[in-house]
């Protein structure tokens, strides 16, 4: 025997309990509504490691704490 229902506040309603008596054993399996279906010829066949390294360039002079990086950027000076 089949039923479908629903969740409802984290409790599983049946559309029609009326075959359901009390004590009843019963197993629950979950049924996608709208399945995508995924064309295998379409799907990414890359990862993140098959990106080439690149380079930033040198660096111009080295940083503490006291540089305003961002602020010498701004104004045009690096």
């Known amino acids: 025997m089949y039923l479908e229902g629903i969740v409802h506040n984290g409790v599983i309603v049946p559309d029609d309990a009326s075959d359901l008596t009390e004590g009843s054993r019963v197993r629950v399996a979950l049924t996608p509504i709208h399945t995508a279906q995924i064309d295998p010829n379409t799907r990414s066949k890359h990862s993140i490691l ?5 380079s930033l360039g040198s660096i111009l002079c080295p940083l503490d704490i006291e540089e305003d990086l961002l602020g010498e950027m701004l104004d045009g000076r690096a």
């Open 50 to 54: 098959d990106i080439q390294p690149v």
